[in-house]
């Protein structure tokens, strides 16, 4: 009658067999094995070197848990990879800015329906400026730098531009449910409304002409001129119309917000258009 050591080693065997091991080999592990259950003194470095080189390519892989897969899924590691691209200024200006903008806005209070929050204020220009940053002579040096990469260097300036924009965005969704808590008399989705399609243009606008002329103070400068005549304009009556048009009342317009959505699509699109021909001229692989 076999023991309890027999009928293990018996399956032992067995498993090297149906793994493709001939009976002699199986022999010789399963015999390695219960030497090292039983020896009162270690094996030498020698013989465990050549047990693991027999045993590791026969061991099946093991399989990945979810939060592993989840960890190594590519778009998720480009999107890390990324991170540490961005100048780590970014991120902070702009927790900074918005927390500012949210204590200003809750100091000063929804005295007037029909001004402009200083939240609202605030939102859109900083997300503009930040994605104005993403693209100057320093960031074409490392996009040069990364054409050896498998990504094309068009789909790494994609990705800086969802990971500042999405930070800023989910910042500002945070900040207006603290406002809305806060304050009883700021409700939640009008205040959304009001700076999320002025934020969503003017971060394209801005990237686009930062893309197009190849200066980042570019599209800050026309971020910061078009959304500041907007403020200034948009309860003065008697502006001239010159001054107004240059503005763009519809940015605060319900009406105009698919327009200016729609838009800043566009113009993200142009903006990677007019990279894919500075990028053949200056030798960028995409």
């Known amino acids: 009658m076999m023991n309890d050591n027999d009928q293990v080693e018996d399956r032992q065997r067995q498993l090297l067999v149906e793994d493709g091991a001939q009976a002699d080999e199986a022999q010789a592990v399963v015999s390695v094995m219960e030497a090292l259950r039983t020896a009162d003194v270690a094996l030498d470095a020698a013989a465990r070197a050549a047990l693991l080189t027999r045993l590791l390519p026969e ?29 780590h200024e970014i991120w902070s200006a702009s927790v900074l800015m918005l927390a500012l903008g949210v204590m200003v806005t809750l100091a000063v209070g929804a005295t007037d329906g029909k001004a402009l929050l200083p939240f609202t204020v605030l939102a859109p220009v900083v997300a503009a400026v930040g994605v104005a940053l993403l693209y100057d002579s320093d960031m074409e040096a490392v996009l040069e730098l990364e054409a050896a990469t498998p990504a094309s ?16 965005l989910v910042l500002a969704l945070a ?71 240059l503005s763009l009342p519809g940015l605060s317009s319900a009406e105009f917000r698919p327009a200016l959505l729609l838009a800043g699509v566009l113009l993200v699109g142009l903006a990677l258009w007019s990279f894919d021909l500075r990028s053949n001229r200056g030798g960028i692989n995409t």
Do not use: C, K
Request: aromatic letters at 10%.
């Open 59 to 87: 061991m099946p892989p093991r399989r990945l848990t979810h939060r592993e897969r989840l960890v190594q899924w590519w778009p998720l590691l480009l999107m890390r990879s990324q991170m540490r691209v961005v100048r």
């Open 153 to 168: 260097a068009r789909l790494l300036l994609l990705t800086r531009l969802a990971l500042v924009f999405g930070f800023d």
């Open 175 to 245: 900040a207006s449910v603290l406002l809305a808590v806060l304050d009883a008399q700021i409700l939640l989705w009008p205040l959304v409304e009001s700076w999320l399609a002025p934020m969503a243009f003017l971060s394209a606008l801005a990237f686009a002409l930062t893309i197009i002329l190849g200066e980042s103070l570019v599209g800050i400068f026309a971020g910061l001129v078009i959304w500041g005549l907007h403020v200034v304009t948009y309860n003065l009556r008697d502006a001239p119309p010159l001054l107004y048009l």
